[in-house]
């Protein structure tokens, strides 16, 4: 079992940023690609980011590219996601997820563990 625990959401202006954290438990978290998911109320969970176990590759969803960075530190266990130029699209409960894969992934069936969400909300 893989625990995950995101923070760092919160309550911010068109144009400005925040930056998610979320801790892993458990597991080797090294062995792991991560990534960030997205839920606004009525929607479907959408992906935002991924990154491979080693933090070599990273991919990103076309509505964040150029504004988000996710990274990870594997000493702590630890991953990022850096959110620049919000806007109040970008308004929703964030996920991190872990995925026993050496690819880069979307699809939310190729992630095992999720944590429980921190909310962002982007005021215009």
């Known amino acids: 079992q893989v625990q995950l625990v995101e923070s760092g959401g919160g309550l911010v202006q068109t144009g400005g940023s925040l930056r998610l954290s979320c801790v892993a438990s458990?597991?080797?978290?090294?062995?792991?690609?991560m990534a960030w998911f997205r839920q606004a109320p009525g929607k479907e969970r959408e992906f935002v980011a991924t990154?491979?176990?080693?933090?070599?590759?990273?991919y990103y969803g076309d509505s964040v590219k150029g504004r988000f960075a996710v990274s990870r530190d594997n000493a702590k266990n630890t991953v990022y996601l850096q959110m620049n130029s919000l806007e109040p699209d970008d308004t929703a409960v964030y996920y991190c997820?872990?995925?026993?894969?050496?690819?880069?992934?979307?699809?939310?069936?190729?992630?095992?563990?999720w944590g429980q969400g921190t909310q962002v909300f982007v005021s215009s």
């Open positions: 997820a872990a995925g026993d894969t050496r690819a880069l992934v979307t699809s939310v069936q190729r992630y095992a563990y």
């Open positions: 458990g597991r080797t978290f090294s062995n792991y690609a």
């Open positions: 990154i491979t176990f080693n933090g070599g590759r990273t």
